[in-house]
């Protein structure tokens, strides 16, 4: 048969090109190995009704566009078997796009998941969910996963003004073509110097640089100064508190002017350590208050931790440096998580199916990866390994600015998620170049600071390495 | 040592738990089978200048952002190999965030892309570039293409506009506060009835359903009339042409409004053929004279192949059919091509690094998938073979119309990329809920139609299988 044939053709050569074994591919290896068995089931076979009792009891994840859950070992070529063992002739492929059906699946995670999806994610991203919220909700990147957070808490709010969930005729229709009160003027607070991905809800919160800005539309809302501390926070507590109070008093006056404006804040984003904005740090004390005015003011509290967590910071969440119980309504990640998505409490859930959606909502192979890779950090206590790699490392920092006092300044960091200022860009530049010819790379950040983002296997001795390049770097800059 | 055992430990625990041994893992497979290797090198060790001659060699693909090409083969813990040879002590490692370092690789494919990168690309998605393109930018989903796809779009735009690439310093300043000049009022001209995703840029030219839009801030862009035509489109040339040149009329008529209310329009972006809005066909005269009214208004024309690319239409894009030597200066994929991205003519190439940019633009290991089963498809025909099918699934949606002339209607399509309406939204639904009690997948599109999506590999058994049990379900409804 041409498509058993295929079948074999596609496992011989993906074993041969790439030697990789997808998970959950259809059955091919199988198949391949059984050279007698017939690939295609030969018709369809009902057993239960759709969704069966076994879909039901795995759809308890949050999205209500869940049509059952897939078992995609058994599913082959033009048939979808699911976890209640009805086989199916699948003609909605796009639905959930497989390509060359008997190939490589890469399951719609919103409307078909695999049956070990809820039990991947209770594993992964649920174990380690940011405290007060039992919800995930995943995507393909960081960008999909700020403006989907957007989104869900413009629903929020919405639902919110309304003091229900009906939308009114108006509101269905004026959204059709982008006007209010279906697309209504709400508008997100964000911070100078924040970064929060590049796509267009995105962008209009990210103030980081403007080549990221330049020549795209985008949204006229608020956006609040963030305080400009000096380093060691603690040695300028004084200042640093004035600072941050000046701040905070600027944020409530922009959700009161933009209320008035008929652009309510419908939430505020932000970073718990400013990364791609140059690696700037406020005090746990300044994050309280914020989370508080949000709540004074009925806006939602969003924690972007696309950079800071992961576990960098020497706790896997940067937010728990500051000991809140309630952090946030809505924590969002991506990058070390290797997959995207956000966190959210019970009442952030979109009330309807496809409001929060895509495709692919990101890629359960990761989910696989990630629950691995928190079974390493744990049996490793690689959160301890960075908090005392961490401390080696600022250590040397301070050393090396006291001895080069015009090149350095502002050593700052938490775990091993540190940077430093250079005197200006160019010299910045200068060094991370000598830097990476004597083989150590590094990043740069903000408008003249180096960052150091190693992994979390970046053992103490690595720092002393790195410490005696960078010392000999700027031996020769100074 | 520890990070040696780390590396084991993780290889064992994959290939149990995942049997799944990832391309580009940094050498753990290796390093698991020689048990006396040492996982870690002792430190950097440079050959070359950084960017090295075998870097620069590789770099001709289209992101400035490009440090350098990366082996990941030899890439072990904390070290970094690039394909000059050189290893350098990883400082940066959220840069290209690989976790746990000795781990999966998911590079960030913008500045350290792997080495096989510029081969697979030209391997996989190049091979299939849409006439006229040779620049594909990779995405990791649909909606991140198009979103990047409109940047690119007004990047062109602004150039355009300055007559040169040089922003000015209010420019600068001006889009770091979200405000005009520098954040420009253009706009993206849509469909009524489009389906271009559900970030926050894309979402402003969804016009589908309104429950993708409702209670999301928007932007005050143009919305054309799709053609409603009728089907068979040959039997009503005279009414349909008729149709098509009213909203062409109505393209220009608002291109022109937006540009003397300040909100010029970048680009036209539309699909090949309305998919989530019902299935709306229009005529390759319809798409040449809007692709001449772009031309003609100085707006880029972006075409949405995100459902329709891939090979469904029975040609790889189904602009194909067109038969245009210029289709387009965008297309847009995703879904079927198993990674999201973007073609684009040189001129829409973007003038810096970082403008069109995210940390992962897509997953390489996608773009190895693609090349096999683009392989497949040419080795099998699988083009033939969907011209095939979708003739034979036509004409029986035409027999099963002629026999149930009040329950059907309007049954078209391209290839197997078929459609047809149902008497009302109720039986649209019931007759889909009673297709799939008898083990056939359908799904819905647009406010009453059924649309069929299967895989390539789709024979004509399969459309003769799913007409009898379509014929069942029906006579129950009649």
Redesign the interface.
Known sequence: M??SL?SR??VL??QQ???????GCRYVSKAAAKTQMEFEYD????KT??PGPRSKVLNHTNVGAINFFCNYEESR??Y?VDVDG??????????H????????N?PALGIMPPENFPEKLAESLLSVAPSGMSRVQTM?????SN??A??AM??W???KERGHNI?SDE???S?????NP??????ILSF?GGFHG????CL?TT?S?????????????P?APFPKLKYPLEEFTRENAQEEARCLEEVEDLIVQWRQKGRPVAGIVIEPIQ?EGGDNHATPDFFKKLRNIARKHGSAFHLDEV?TG?G?TGKFWAHEHWGMDDPADIVSF???M?TGGFYHKDELQAD?A??I????MG?P??N??????L???R??N?LEEVTRSGKTLLQGLYQLQDQYPNLLSSARGQGTFCAIDIRDDATRNSIILKA????????GCGERSI?????????EY?VH??LN?FSDVLAEHN
């Not at 009805?86 to 639905?95: A, I, K, V």
């Not at 393909?140 to 999909?144: P, Q």
């Not at 590049?198 to 809800?201: C, K, L």
Request: with cysteine.
């Open positions: 041409a498509s295929l053709q596609l050569s993906l090109n790439l030697r990789l074994t997808a998970p018709g369809p076979s009902m009704e759709v070529g033009n979808l009805n086989r199916m002739l699948d003609y909605t492929h796009l639905l796009p497989y390509w060359s059906s008997a190939f490589v890469r393909a990147c960081g960008s999909c403006e989907n957007y989104k413009f629903i709010y919405r639902n939308p509101d269905m229709s959204c059709m073509i982008n006007q279906g697309c209504p003027d709400l508008s100078m590049r796509t267009m809800g209009a103030h640089k403007a080549i990221h800005k330049l020549d795209v539309p985008s949204f006229d809302w956006i990364a950079q992961g960098a991506s990058k070390k290797l309807k496809y409001r959606f895509n495709t692919w890629d192979s990761k696989l990866f990630l629950a691995e890779v079974n390493v950090i049996r490793e690689l990476r010819d004597k083989g150590v790379l590094l990043g960052r150091f983002r190693p992994a979390l296997v970046f053992k690595h390495m790195f390049v």
